[in-house]
């Protein structure tokens, strides 16, 4: 067989066994998920002291706490005598303590060893010391981002940072007010795909036309398979006769109060490595969380926020909710179908990107070094 060379408008994917390689999606635990500001629950699920959630991490089991002074705290989800996990329900909420089933360790909401049995008969015991390990928290956004690094990446430059990169400042994003917005709808998605097919698949828009008939509908420029991310601070414009950001284009609610007049009919779709994308439409947020379970499985969570005016007085929300819904129904089964592709020998050296791809490439380059690292 000959080498050809590649044409200078096609550059190359990961190889197939990236994603497909248990080994592979190992070192992505140590050196992404657990390495990196992990988007991990929306605060607001957490309502009262006692509220938990707990959330795989990498290779970890963290618990997200609501503590007696209305702060969210994260642990590690493991008990410090023997190791049980401590929590085995994925939320619910505890009065004020954590007991370890096992031999009845308790931990307040703040982590401290509280009670255990005979504890009174070692008086040399460190309560905090022997208190729940805690993990790095972040709130923004109304969302809590932890970290597992013992020194996290900075905050700003990571998580902010992407942000900025795309939309070109903070004031943009700002503007939504996320942290006041409501819950209208959270759906949860269990895709049999590698979280990097998903996110591939959410940085281009080649695929638009062929899959998307009704996002193509509402913003025509995605037609042409140039997604909004190749101009900083750009929105793709609502078609003329669209009224909304809806399934059918028809009317949606108010615009946001802080929305800007010339964010308005606009659409801004933005990545925050390595599991987070936020989509801002004038009256709501379409906000994904992706939960990578197995190299070839990934849950999502997709929230849609809108402003509390509009949950708290019953509107339907159900033709927004069905436009991004019937999306991501559309984006994960491409990326199902591509998921079994990727042991084939066809796919042994990768595939190729479009130069409407090819920024694609950038983020293979992070990730095969931050792999590396
Ligand atoms: S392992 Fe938790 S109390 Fe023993
Ligand atoms: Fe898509």
Not at 41 to 51: A, N
Not at 59 to 69: A, K
Not at 130 to 155: D, I, K
Request: net charge negative; aromatic share 10%.
């Amino acid at each position: 067989m000959t080498t050809t060379e590649q044409p200078a408008s096609l550059i190359s994917t990961l190889p197939g066994h990236y994603y497909t390689d248990p080994q592979v999606f190992a070192l992505e635990q140590a050196h992404v998920f657990e390495d990196m500001w992990f988007c991990a629950v929306r605060s607001s699920d957490l309502p009262t002291p006692g509220s938990f959630k707990k959330v795989q991490v990498g290779r970890e089991s963290v618990l997200v706490v609501r503590s007696r002074d209305g702060g969210l705290r994260a642990f590690l989800n493991i008990c410090r005598h023997r190791g049980a996990q401590i929590c085995t329900e994925d939320s619910g909420a505890v009065k004020r303590a954590f007991q370890c089933p096992y031999h009845a360790w308790t931990y307040d909401l703040e982590g401290k060893l509280i009670a255990a049995p005979n504890l009174t008969k070692m008086p040399d015991i460190d309560r905090v010391e022997y208190g729940l390990v805690p993990v790095h928290l972040r709130e923004w956004l109304g969302y809590a981002w932890v970290c597992l690094a013992t020194e996290p990446p900075s905050f700003e430059d990571d998580v902010m940072g992407a942000i900025v990169e795309r939309l070109g400042d903070l004031e943009s994003i700002d503007r939504w007010e996320l942290d006041s917005l409501t819950v209208g709808r959270r759906i949860t998605y269990d895709v049999k795909a590698n979280w990097k097919l998903i996110i591939e698949n959410f940085m281009e828009c080649y695929h638009c036309a062929t899959i998307h008939p009704e996002l193509t509908e509402v913003l025509p420029e995605f037609a042409d398979g140039y997604a909004a991310q190749f101009f900083v601070g750009h929105g793709a414009e609502f078609g003329e006769e669209v009224q909304g950001f809806t399934v059918d284009g028809t009317e949606g609610f108010g615009k946001l109060p802080g929305v800007a007049e010339d964010q308005d009919r606009r659409y801004y779709a933005i990545t925050v490595r390595p599991t987070v994308f936020v989509n801002l439409v004038p009256d709501h947020v379409i906000f994904h969380r992706m939960f990578p379970v197995a190299e070839d499985r990934t849950i999502v969570e997709c929230d849609w926020l809108y402003s509390r005016d509009v949950v708290d007085s019953g509107k339907d929300v159900s033709r927004s909710v069905e436009l991004f819904h019937r999306v991501n129904e559309q984006d994960f089964e491409a990326c199902e179908r591509t998921q079994p592709a990727m042991s084939s020998r066809a796919y042994a050296n990768g595939g190729v990107l479009v130069p409407s791809e090819h920024h694609i490439g950038a983020f293979h380059e992070w990730l095969t070094q931050r792999l590396s690292g």
